[in-house]
């Protein structure tokens, strides 16, 4: 591990109760040389797919050994196992209900190993079934933290569950059509459409080469918010290399009624 090794929290908790604390409070406990780093704990209530997007573009951006902590559990409780995920380079715990389906399909071709957590003695004392987040999730990255070997925490797994992320489709080299598969803080919409799949058509430093089409309407693609005026709807690549509708000033799904699931698509100009 680290010599000060970095612990993440995605959760959809929020911040009025005390449940992201206490897992903090947890996790110093038994390893007080810890950093925990909040990703987020504003998931919208039980939206697992939300989570497993937010984790899948944060969790590069951490130096190697990060452990990165993802807690949306409508499940807790249930037969639903609990897991952890060992890569060459990150550790993942949380629910095995889908969470961690970006990171399976992405290293598919890679090593990766996952545990079903059954080595209760890392876990603490239950004193009832909902909050696995502070009595299982937190003690196991806590001890992983401190060097426990990964391996004496449970039991290698291969039929963990995968949520089916939905993927562009690229018809006649000449389109890309994909979905809004997320929402920002900001009110704007991320597609699934990524800056790699644009270089399949065309050079993406040129992106004039691209239109992007929305509700039948085509939109200015844009190298930065400012750069689209009026409020109007516009279209830019955003740091994480998704294409993104966006209204600058504005929030682009309350202006334009867009949902989740809606179609975009781009196309050489």
Known sequence: MLETPIITLTTDFGLKDPFAGLMKGI????????????????????????????????????????????????GVGSMRRPLLVVTEDHYFIGPDNGIFS?????????????????????????????????DIFA???AWLSKGVDSHKMGELIDDYMIIPTPKPVITDNS?????????DNFGNAISNIKRDDLAKLADVESIDKFRVMYNNEPLPLAR???EI????????????????????????????????????TVTLA
């Open 175 to 183: 389109a890309i059509t994909g979905e809004i598969i997320a929402k």
């Open 27 to 74: 996790m110093l406990g038994i390893n007080p040389d810890a950093r925990i780093i909040d990703i987020t704990h504003n998931i919208q209530r039980h939206n697992i797919f939300e989570a497993s997007q937010v984790v899948a573009m944060s969790y590069k951006y951490f130096p190697s050994t990060t452990i990165h902590v993802a807690v949306v559990d409508p």
């Open 139 to 141: 003690p196991i990255a």
């Open 224 to 226: 930065y918010y400012a």
């Open 102 to 134: 970006p990171i399976f399909e992405e290293l598919k071709s890679s090593f990766f190993k996952v545990y079903n957590l059954t080595a209760s003695h890392y876990f603490l004392p239950m004193s009832g079934s909902t909050f696995h987040g502070r």
């Open 229 to 264: 005026e009026n409020n109007r709807l516009a279209a830019i690549i955003n740091s994480f290399g998704h294409v993104e509708l966006f209204s600058f000033r504005d929030s682009a799904f309350e202006k334009y009624n867009i949902k989740i699931g809606d179609k975009v």
